[in-house]
């Protein structure tokens, strides 16, 4: 008796239950059936994360979806709104997303102050002054199929934030009205923040939206464009308030802070040719000659002289360590004088050559000590074989002694 009331209750949960959950949608049921671009919505809403959530057209443009009679599901008196105008649409979007008992019923964690950050960026200043060109929600999220920020397939997922963005402000035409650059995605894809995040796949890399805001967004402003920067790079940032530098670039000084010296979108890897030669960046300041580029010279010599050391303490210790010699507590020990160049590195935006230094200091002392540690170890190598060369040879004469003993023994037998 079990077996068939066992297969009874699959038939239903199979059938039964699912067929009686779904409601109908003549909405999805008219546009699937239809030639033009009306098919579109339709072919696109299985991917929306509004019906992942179990929202419906309707849901957004009213109407009464269990009718087929279109004069019925598309009746105002049902509550149709059919396509909002394109000025309406973040307030429209805003319906749902700006109220927390809504939305605390399908995403808790959700914020619910992007209708009001959208009017506080430059989209939304523009939109309310007139301007249809600017973009809204539609734009950056997509229509019918909006997807979580976290799927990978999303245009606002942080692999596709940027490029998202350059739909609109890499169109010369579009941005032409504005008087905005249409560089911004070239340069960026050139930069230290791409490499990282499409080559090394950090996802926490800097995007469009990391420094310019989302809903929100506006450039960010010339005096505080050092505290937009610092917070990835907060040291740096500690530093270089406390630098002469800072009072130069910020506010009426002169503006820029960190981009006059590595740029705003080609942020590039940074390294001692920025203090001199040809791309020395100090230069577009100091004149050649002068006691300034005179310090930023002494401190690149400084920096490019400690990365030399250790990259020899580096090579002896590891043809050491590829013979054979124990050379582990060197080679930590290497470790140690990279970071103390990090700091040195870091202890450049002071600008003051003293805290430069004294890293630097630190870090030769281990690069002296670490190839010394190198250079015994190949020595001792050295002596080990000529030790096990002569071992060889004494082992050797003593065998044919014993060979030329025996052969002497026979004989006089």
Known sequence: MRAPVILFLLWFAVWIVPGSAAAPDSCVTCHAAVDDAAKG?????????????????????????TSDDPDVAMNKKKGFKGKPARTAIPKFCATCHSSPDYMRK?????????FELYQTSVHGKRLAAGDTVVATCIDCHSVHDIRAVKDTAAPVHPLHVSETCA????????????????????????SVHWEALTKRGDLSAPTCASCHGNHGAKPPQVESVS???????????????????????????????????????????????????????????????????????QMAGWLD????????????????????????????????????????RLALHS?????????????????RSTRKAGEFALHEKD???????????????????????LRRMESNT
Do not use: W
């Open 41 to 65: 919505p339709a072919a696109l809403i299985k991917n929306d994360i509004h019906i992942a959530h179990g929202l419906s057209c309707a849901d957004c443009h009213g109407g009464d979806p």
């Open 305 to 344: 002289g400690l990365d030399g050391a250790l990259k020899k303490s580096e090579t002896l210790l590891a043809s050491a360590e590829e013979s054979g010699m124990e050379v582990s507590q060197a080679q930590v020990r290497v470790i140690d004088g990279r970071e103390n160049l990090v700091k040195a």
């Open 383 to 405: 002596v080990r074989r000529m030790g096990l060369a002569v071992s060889v040879l004494l082992i050797g004469i003593v065998i044919l002694a014993i060979r030329l003993l």
């Open 167 to 190: 739909h609109c402000h890499s169109d010369a035409q579009k941005m032409a009205p504005y008087k905005i650059p249409t560089n911004q995605f070239q340069e960026y894809k050139t």
């Open 106 to 114: 399908y995403a808790p964690r959700e914020r619910v102050d992007q």
């Open 227 to 297: 505290a937009v920067c610092g917070t990835c790079h907060v040291l740096f940032e500690q530093l270089y308030e406390k630098s002469v530098h800072n009072a130069v670039f910020s506010g009426t000084g002169g503006g820029g802070g960190c981009m006059v010296c590595h740029s705003n979108h080609a942020v590039q890897n940074p390294s001692t040719a920025m203090l001199e030669g040809p791309k020395s960046v100090c230069t577009g300041c100091h004149e050649a000659g002068s006691a300034a580029a005179g310090t930023a010279a």
């Open 351 to 367: 600008m003051k050559p003293a805290d430069v230094e004294k890293p630097v200091e630190a870090g030769m002392a281990i690069a």
